[in-house]
């Protein structure tokens, strides 16, 4: 599955759903530079974030890889309610972290119809452990009175082909538990690592929320949603050094004719920019389908204060230009020019 980055302000990229997910990516998938998680419901830190003329290109770089963390977790598209785990080497992290939140959930739904619920493929066969306590027959008569549910796995190194996971997640579900209908898919995790040796993905995520909402599922794929995350990223994702914290930063993503498109709002800290900042989307991202994964269409900015680095898709050559407040800065970019930039 092709997957959009965040690091590529408008490319796509890394991290991906089950692993990812289960925070997404992802997403997988950033934490900071500045400091630790929090709990999504507290209040909102104050912008910090240093920003210039001079590295406006830095700023943009870091709304890339908020795309990548997002586009990771953004690329969904092919996240399959009946996926045990990540089957694809190329996944992102946030991928594959909530292709096993769907793998779990569909294994607690079947538990609440009286069924056995193995994976479908048993986990781990590479080595390591993954503990998911049955539900107890009090779990099952709460869920299906109050339509909401929780599950934790406990991952011990485990392996699964090229992925390596380690950590503990929490999934809670609400809606039609049976039908597998959610409204709301929350994954939290104090710690949680993914590796892929085939990638050279090496994420670790603490004190990490990820929501979904407003899923829309086209047949048993997820083709468009809200997800909002809050805590800390670090490690390598899709080549790039990730080092970044987030304050519910929403990603609303949504597959189209011909690619997808991405929005997102929310707060970023991050050591290239020294601080807090507000990402905000004015024109969605259109990430078309294909080799070249650069956006043709999209408006971001990075605000701090005062000042506010904006970078957009010019319709008329679909390059990238880089504004500080509202002079030019960089114009006439690539992705690849882009990228790399914030070096943390």
Sequence with gaps: MRKVTIGKFFKSSVMGACILALFFVGSLFIIASGGGGDDGGSAAPAESASLSDIDADVAADVAMQAVNMAGPSAAMGGIDLNAVGTDNNTDSPMRSVIDQALALSRSASAQLQGKSAPFAVEPCLGGGTMDVPELTQQQIAQALLSGSLSVTADYDNCVEGTETMD????????????????????????????????????????????????????????????????????????????????????????????????????????????????????????????VNDCPTAGDISVTSGDDTVRAF???SDDLIDIHFNGSPAFVDLTCANIEGTCIN
Excluded at 232 to 239: H, N, P, S, W
Excluded at 261 to 277: L, P
């Design 313 to 315: 898709v010019d319709q």
């Design 167 to 290: 950590g503990t997640m929490t999934i809670r579900m609400t809606g039609n538990l049976l039908a597998l209908d959610f409204d709301n898919l929350t994954i939290t995790t104090a710690y949680f690592q993914y590796q892929n040796s085939a990638t050279s993905e090496n994420i670790t995520m603490t004190g990490y929320q990820m929501i979904t909402d407003s899923m829309v599922f086209a047949g048993e794929e997820l083709s468009s949603a809200v997800i909002t995350i809050t805590g800390d990223v670090a490690g390598l994702a899709d080549g790039q050094t990730i080092d970044a914290s987030f304050h519910q930063l929403a990603i609303q993503f949504q597959e189209l004719t011909g690619g997808e498109s991405i929005s997102i709002n929310g707060m970023i800290n991050n050591n290239c920019i020294g601080g807090w900042a507000t990402i905000s989307t004015a024109t969605d991202i259109f990430v078309p389908t294909g």
